[in-house]
């Protein structure tokens, strides 16, 4: 079975500081790993995954996350934050083309 | 624009009623899944769908139901509808052989 624990369910940081969003998994076969962005009233819009390959995933809007299997970790960052950048966060993970099961998520807030 | 198309938009109803959500998924994805969104329990998997038939199922209750219909098109019927069953419902959908899920805008269900 696969799980996700995201640490802290709300981060917030100053514009252009780093943005290190924390997510560690559970899962009994190699792993599919994901982040997804949710904006105030829309649907998740994925930011980037994790397969198989280069353990450095580089995602869209200058976000990126590294797999690191012996600390069972898939942390987002992103060097300097921007104040689009609120939203909320999702880490997922999911064993091949099967159910997606989703962290409970962290809510990212930029102060100017 | 993720290509996933869920009707209605919003949804309120009364309790003890029936209603049924909608998801067309993205042109060719075998793949739907349906998800829960709640203030409390947060972003739950429901059920999974591929190619008209069940694969996965999640923390659904017995009075919701779902399937897939040849067009690959797939809908959500909720029952007896309860005030806690007030939520975001989100279906995605996914490619043969893909990992990621692309995510539809959401129904918003109001049960009064």
């Known amino acids: 079975a696969q799980s996700v624990t995201q640490l802290g369910s709300h981060v917030s940081v100053s514009e252009g500081a780093l943005v290190l969003l924390r997510c560690n998994y559970s899962?009994?076969?190699?792993?599919?790993l994901f982040w997804y962005v949710q904006y105030p009233n829309q649907g998740l819009q994925l930011l980037l995954k994790?397969?198989?390959?280069?353990?450095l995933v580089k995602g869209i809007n200058g976000f990126e996350a590294e797999f690191k299997k012996s600390e069972t970790s898939f942390h987002l960052t992103k060097p300097s934050a921007h104040m689009s950048d609120a939203a909320e966060y999702f880490c997922?993970?999911?064993?091949?083309?099967?159910?997606?099961?989703f962290g409970s998520g962290t809510r990212l807030s930029i102060r100017p | 624009d993720s290509g996933v198309t869920q009707t209605p938009k919003h949804l309120i109803t009364a309790t003890g009623q029936r209603v049924t959500l909608r998801c067309s998924p993205r042109?060719?994805?075998?793949?739907v899944y349906w998800y829960q969104q709640s203030l409390d329990q947060g972003l739950q998997f429901l059920i999974q769908?591929?190619?008209?038939?069940?694969?996965a199922k999640g923390n659904i209750l017995e009075r919701f139901s779902a399937q897939q219909f040849p067009d690959l098109h797939s809908e959500l019927n909720l029952s007896s509808l309860e005030l806690g069953d007030s939520a975001l419902y989100f279906c995605?959908?996914?490619?043969?052989?893909?990992?990621?899920?692309?995510f539809g805008q959401g129904t918003r269900l109001t049960v009064v």
């Open positions: 995605a959908s996914s490619a043969q052989g893909n990992t990621e899920a692309f």
């Open positions: 899962s009994s076969v190699p792993p599919y």
């Open positions: 994790y397969t198989t390959g280069a353990t």
């Open positions: 997922a993970v999911s064993a091949s083309a099967s159910k997606i099961i």
């Open positions: 042109s060719g994805d075998l793949s």
């Open positions: 769908y591929y190619n008209g038939e069940e694969r």
